[in-house]
Every structure is written in C-alpha cells, then in structure tokens.
C-alpha cells in the first residue's frame, strides 16, 4: 500500500518536474529504458545532490572565519588587523583566481599532468548546470588550503607579499596538485588517482599542501623578534585571546562536517556516517592531544587540545568514507598526540616558528590522515587483508605533495623576499602590523598589558 | 596636606574602600598597577614553553588628605588589605605641598575637603 502510494507521487513528481523542464542532464535521464517513475526518482536525487552539496560549500565557507578567529586569537592583540586582513583577502583573491584558472587546471580535460579545459567555466551556461554547484563547492576548498598558510606565517609576513602568494597558491600550486588526485571528479583525471590513491575529502589535497607551503613560508620568513633567545632556546609569545580560538576551533569542527560529509557530493546515507567517523576522530584528537600535553608538560595546556581536534578532523578527512568508527577513534587518538610531538619537535627541535601550529595541524596530521587510508581502509587497508599496496600508494601521494608543495613554496617565498621582500622592517614588527601595515589598531581604546 | 599612595592586592580593593567608606574617607582614585617585589613572580606555560610572570597585578589607591584624616585613612587601608600573607601591598605617604580644584579654584585645605 505504501509503495503505491510512492508510486503515484513520484509519477506526480516526475510530471512536475519534466513539465517546468527542471530535469539537469535530460540526455541522460531521456533514455526510453527509464519508466516515468525513475527519471522522476534520478531527477529528484540530482536536485537532493545539488543541495547537499551547496549547504556543504556553505559550512566549509564557514571555516574561513574559523581560521581568522585561531589564529587571531593565537596572536598578539597587535597584528590582530594583520591577520583578519590575510584571512578576508586570500579568501577573496583565491575566490577568483580559482574561478578564472584554477579550476580548469584541476578539473578541466587533463593533458597528463593538467586541466586544460573549464578556464571561468567557459562553455558551460549560466544556470542550472551541475558544473556551477561543483565549482562553489571546490572554491571554499581552495581556499581552505591558501588560508592554512596565514597562522605559519603570521605577525611579521609583509601584506604585500602574503596577498601574492595567495595569488599564486588558488591559481596554480593547488589546482595542479588537485587534478592529479582529483581530476577525475569532473572531466580530467591525473596519474595519483589511476593508481588508486584515495584522498576522500582531502588530508593530502588540501591540508598536506596548505601545511607543507605554510612549512617553507615559515623557513624563508625566520622566527619573531624574541622567539629565540641568545641561548637558541625557544621563548613562549601568548596568543591574546584564547576564547577566540576556542570559539575559531568550534567553528572550524562544525565546518568540517561540511568538509568531509560533503565531499560525497551526493545526498544519500553515506553523509551521516562520515559525519560519525569525523566526528569521532575530532573527539579523540582533543582529548588525546590534551592528555599528551598533561603528561609531557604538566597541564592540560588549552592551545594544545585545541590543536589537537583540529588534527584529528585534518587525519580523518581522507580516510573518513571507508574506515570503521573505531579505526576513526585510532586515527584521531594518534593525530592528537602526534600534533603535540610535533610543534614541540617544529619549535625546540627545527626551530621553525609556526604561532598557531599550522604545519603540525595540516601538514603532518594530513600526512598522517592520508598513510592511515593504507592502513585502516575496510576493503584495501593493511589491516584489513589488502596488504602494503594501498599504503605504498598513499605513501606517495603524501610524498608527491610534500616536493611539490614545499618546494614550490620555498621558491615562491624566496623570489618574493628577494623582489619586493616577505618580511615587515624590525621596527615595524616592534610596533606591530597593525599599525603598520594597516595603519589602525585592533583594539583601540583598550589597554594591553604584558605581564612579562 | 598628605598624599597616601596604596598598592593593594586586586581582590582587597572591595574590603578597602568599605573600610575607608567607614572611616568617612570618600574620596580617592584607583587605577590598575603591575609591580614586582617580595611576592616574586609564578610561571606559566604556553604551548610547551615555561615563562616567569613576575609582574603582578596590583591596584592603586591615591588619596589627597588633611593632617587629621592622615592615621584614618593609613588604619583603614590596613584594616581592608590586610591578610597577613607576603604581597598584601605597601602605603607611602608623602608631603603634599598644594592641590587646587579645579572647578572653585579654591587651594590648600579646603580644596580637599
């Protein structure tokens, strides 16, 4: 009886539909194999694809005042300008330069190695064409890997040259990268993806990539005045405003479950079981991040659970469709106490100054999200029976984004400080960015105090 | 004419001015103040990294008085700030050779009053 009575109203539906000429790809759904009823059902499931997919780009938006609110609040109350300006700016310069570019060179027809084909969507018109839903969608992801970068490098990068680098980073750095583990998701295709690398929602594509530039863009830069002390030992510069952090990590974590839920681009079950697995693994990240700053530094330090469920949300995204709930709770454990490791290692050991954990977070937890696909995949993961291929396979897309990120960052980075120049005069860092990039100050009308 | 300078703990300064209020002391200007001396400093950490704080936080009490109010206003800070633990703060009391209101322009004595 119910069945029936589904019957008649998707028919109804599919009259409708057809009627005001709603249908997307008619070509295909035209075929006189398909009874009403089933052009009416793929018609409705393109539609429910369309929506999924917009709401999902809408939440990843989100994540860009997620990102301007950490590292914000990471920072000092006198480059607070600085970096709101980075955060609004290389997410506008990105959006177009995305458009214009970036995006055909991702998933335009590939010549082997790039997209060729879709440059401003050329050839595709304006309506109701999937290509538009996909574009809004991949231009929020763009842009999440350009904003990764600002944190790395932030309270002594000169505006000039970041707002280049951003250029350059949504037209090229990325979209190349992208078309060889994601070209295939529209017209092209790229070698990582034929030999099976799965990167579901991007640990690599997107975070390995942000991080690994955010890394060289830390190395060209150098530490901030003070960082260092004469005897080479690290010195602690506090964020002032951690409330914003924690606020900027709330948002980032509701973002992502339009990151990864979203990267099915296909309203149907599977949206509510990746956003179980990301939502475990963000859970273990803090609370394993916390426990590992407990035990090594002997509070449970706030800046590092933070972190750490951002780690966990960057480990999870590739592996996110195919891993169990409880692989999703190992792999956010590991990449909680890994991302603490890690920024100690970055700041003692390679004396890199990254203010917000940025490399940590996208660089090596990316790394780690997407070497976990080899190992916790349900059908071609290690511990499932599929033996080292899968894992051989992630082990070199990781490897790939690595040299192509890093090293085309250093070479970025470096003809920008040897040219017009990436880092703002001592005295200017002194004073702070604020007032001298900008002109204006963050908090005016209010006392900062130091303490120290 | 005396002018009483009080460094306070910042949670003594409610108890303070009840006990200056009490003494029929109403008058004074506080403003937020960091110092160091025998309390020294406590370490805080941030991402992994030890810092001494060794500027701590401290209010300050200024009060203008007459001779007569003088040993009042001293019993009171004392009475409010008191709780016998190192960091309970210090008064100074200096000569005050003249004050002026502004308004009246009244000098001397009575423009403290």
């Given at each position: 009886m119910i069945t029936r009575k589904r019957k008649i109203i998707l028919a109804a539906a599919a009259v409708f539909l057809i009627g005001s000429g709603r249908l997307l790809l008619a070509a295909e759904t035209d075929t006189p194999e398909l009874s009403p009823i089933e052009v009416a059902a793929k018609g409705l499931q393109d539609n429910i694809n369309i929506v999924w997919t917009c709401i999902a780009a809408f939440l990843v938006f989100f994540m860009q005042p997620g990102f301007a609110m950490v590292e914000c609040g990471f920072t000092r109350a006198k480059n607070a300008v600085n970096i709101l300006m980075k955060n609004l700016m290389d997410f506008s310069i990105g959006s177009i330069a995305f458009f214009l570019v970036g995006f055909g060179l991702m998933f335009g027809a590939s010549n082997g190695l790039f997209g060729t084909t879709l440059f401003g969507l050329k050839g595709i018109e304006p309506g109701a064409h999937w290509n538009w839903t996909f574009l809004i969608f991949q231009t929020v992801f763009a842009a999440t890997a350009a904003t990764i970068v600002s944190g790395a490098m932030a309270?002594?990068?000169k505006f000039v040259g970041y707002l280049i680098y951003s250029f350059f980073i949504s037209l090229f750095i990325y979209p190349v990268f992208g078309s060889w583990a994601w070209?295939?998701?529209?017209d092209g295709g790229g070698w990582l993806e034929k030999l099976g690398f799965l990167d579901f929602a991007g640990s690599t594509v997107v975070h390995s990539v942000g991080g690994w530039l955010a890394l060289a863009g830390a190395i060209v830069l150098g530490p901030r005045l003070g960082k260092y002390g004469p005897d080479k030992k690290p010195r602690a510069i506090p964020g002032h405003n951690i409330p914003l952090a924690a606020l900027g990590v709330f948002i980032l974590w509701f973002g992502w479950f339009g990151f990864n839920p979203g990267s099915t681009t296909t309203g149907n079950g599977s949206i509510g079981y990746i956003a179980v697995t990301t939502n475990l693994a963000a859970a273990t990240g803090a609370i394993f991040a916390m426990f590992a700053a407990w035990i090594i530094m002997k509070k449970p330090d706030a800046s590092m659970a933070l972190n750490g469920a951002l780690a966990g949300l960057v480990a999870i995204t590739c592996p996110c469709d195919g891993v169990s709930p409880i692989a999703a709770l190992i792999i956010g454990g590991v990449a909680g106490i890994l991302v603490v490791l890690s920024v100690l290692f970055i700041d003692h050991?390679?004396?890199?100054?990254d203010p917000v954990g940025a490399v940590s977070v996208h660089g090596v937890n990316g790394l780690w999200g997407t070497l976990s696909a080899g190992l916790f995949?349900?059908?071609?993961?290690l511990f499932y029976g599929g033996g080292l291929k899968q894992l051989g396979v992630q082990a070199l897309g990781a490897a790939a984004a690595f040299a192509w990120a890093f090293g085309l960052g250093l070479l970025l980075f470096t003809i920008i400080d040897k040219t017009i120049g990436l880092r703002v005069s001592t005295e200017e860092e002194f004073k702070g960015?604020?007032?001298?990039?900008?002109?204006?100050?963050?908090?005016?009308g209010f006392q900062v105090f130091s303490t120290t | 004419m005396k002018l009483i300078i009080a460094y306070i703990q910042p949670h003594k300064l409610q108890d303070v001015k009840k006990a200056l209020y009490e003494a029929e002391v109403c008058k004074m200007s506080v403003t937020n103040a960091l110092g160091c001396g025998e309390q020294h400093g406590y370490e805080e950490s941030y991402r992994g990294i030890k810092f001494e704080v060794n500027l701590l936080k401290k209010v300050r009490i200024e009060i203008a008085v007459n001779e007569d109010f003088v040993e009042k206003t001293i019993d009171a800070i004392c009475a409010g700030a008191k709780t016998g633990n190192i960091g309970d703060g210090k008064i100074l009391v200096i000569d005050m050779p003249e004050c002026v209101r502004i308004r009246t322009g009244q000098r001397g004595k009575e423009a403290i009053g």
């Open positions: 309270e002594r990068t070209g295939g998701l529209l050991v390679l004396k890199v100054d995949n349900m059908e071609t993961g960015l604020d007032v001298g990039e900008h002109g204006m100050e963050a908090y005016s | -």
